[in-house]
Each structure stands twice: as structure tokens, then as C-alpha cells.
């Protein structure tokens, strides 16, 4: 009989077969957030951001891929690793305060909330203990923007949680930003000092949200065009533009 299914098919067919596996695995997405996060005010939409904080129901048919969801892992990973990196190189660094609980801030009732990914309470000469410390797991093309161009520039969403972050819990010491390149593990540091300014627009932004979302007034589109690059992969898209 002429074997019409060569091992090397075979092998293919069980690669696809592993593939839409692990995309089409039963798992449970992120946990809602039931608050603005200081992580997420500085994104481009604020209608986004208030959608999630009113718990409405994503889309039809849309979840995270599984390829985002272990990129989100990814970050927690990296983050993770970075911090022993660090420890290891002489510096102490926590997540929780003097009563067990992590570090962050919580405010207009809870509605507006942030813990941060650690503070540097001590270390080698050089740097104004205790400070902020915000690590992020990025891609080659993120990673080299915010090398050459700075943080506040090519990536002002993450200078926007920083400054909150600083403004919140009073550590108003240059921050360190940390960015590892997930592609290549080249580490960018940068010290940030404290934005006053941008601290104060950021948090004004939340109070906005939050205050038209109990007034039942939606926060205008990001943009006029559906094609728009943060509408793409919106989780509430079609309820936006329905």
C-alpha cells in the first residue's frame, strides 16, 4: 500500500492541532477591574477607560488572544526577574508597606486606584532613596523608541501612571523606569523626575471619568474614524460605534 501520509505530515498536522489548542483553551480572563487604574487613564480613549470602569460587557465574540494573554504573562515574568536583577546588583527593593498590604493609592472612594511594581527603599550611592520603581516588558520597536526618544515622549500613557504614582504616595524623588526588551534583553534605564503638571492632568482625567460615569454621560470617542488604531482591537467597538 503507498502510504499517502508521510510522517513529516503527520508531524505538521499534530503541530496544527497544538496550535489551535492552546488558542482555543478554556481559560479565564483577567479580572475586570471595578475602578480607573493608574495604569490605564493615560491610554489614548477615555471612552475606553470609563466603559471598563462601568463593567459593561465586551463585544460579542471578542477575547484576548492567546498569544496576548502570554504577553501579558510575559511582562509579569520579566518584572519579576528584573526586580532580582536589581536585588541581586545591592538594591532593596518591596511591594508592600509597613502593614502587609501592597503599595498604591486609592481614592475618590476607591474609584481610582494604582499599585505600583515596587519602591526602592535603599542601594548603592547615586540615587535619592526611597523612590519609585515601574519596570515594562516591551517589544523591540517600543523598547527602542523609549531609548532614544525618553519615556515622557514615546510613551507618555506610562509617564502619566508614573507621575500619578509619585504624586500619590509622596515619592517625589526621581523615579526609575526601567524597560526591559523582551526580544533582545537589553535593559533601559532612565531616571524620571517628578511632573507635578502632568500628575495633576492625569488625575483630572479620572475625576472626569468617573464624575460623567455617575452622571450617566458618555466621555467623547478618542476619534471620528472607526479605522482608528485603538478601535481596532477595542474590546468595546462595536458598542462604541453601534
Request: include cysteine.
Amino acid at each position: 500500500m503507498i502510504d499517502l501520509n508521510p510522517s513529516h505530515m503527520q508531524r505538521s498536522a499534530a503541530i496544527d492541532m497544538l496550535h489551535a489548542a492552546l488558542e482555543n483553551m478554556p481559560r479565564s480572563e483577567e479580572k475586570r477591574r471595578e475602578y480607573v487604574g493608574a495604569s490605564s487613564i493615560g491610554g489614548p480613549c477615555e471612552r475606553r477607560v470609563q466603559y471598563d470602569f462601568m463593567g459593561a460587557e465586551y463585544d460579542p465574540g471578542w477575547r484576548h488572544s492567546a498569544r496576548t494573554m502570554r504577553i501579558f504573562q510575559r511582562g509579569h515574568m520579566l518584572e519579576s526577574a528584573a526586580a532580582i536583577w536589581l536585588a541581586d546588583a545591592g538594591f532593596r527593593l518591596t511591594q508592600t508597606g509597613k502593614d502587609g498590604r501592597p503599595i498604591g493609592f486609592s481614592v475618590a472612594g476607591g474609584a481610582f486606584r494604582g499599585h505600583v511594581d515596587r519602591v526602592i527603599t535603599g542601594g548603592p550611592d547615586g540615587l535619592e532613596y526611597p523612590l519609585l520603581w515601574e519596570h515594562k516588558a516591551l517589544g523591540q520597536k517600543s523598547w527602542a523608541s523609549i531609548a532614544k526618544h525618553g519615556l515622557a515622549k514615546a510613551k507618555p500613557e506610562y509617564a502619566d501612571q508614573v507621575a500619578l504614582y509619585q504624586a500619590y504616595l509622596d515619592l517625589t524623588s526621581p523615579a526609575l523606569f526601567q524597560a526591559t526588551n523582551a526580544d533582545t534583553m537589553e535593559v533601559h534605564f532612565e531616571l524620571v523626575p517628578f511632573d507635578k503638571v502632568r500628575a495633576q492632568e492625569a488625575s483630572d482625567r479620572a475625576a472626569g471619568i468617573i464624575a460623567d460615569t455617575r452622571a450617566g454621560s458618555l466621555r467623547p470617542r478618542c476619534t471620528d474614524d472607526e479605522t482608528f488604531w485603538a478601535c481596532k482591537d477595542c474590546p468595546f467597538r462595536k458598542r462604541c460605534w453601534g
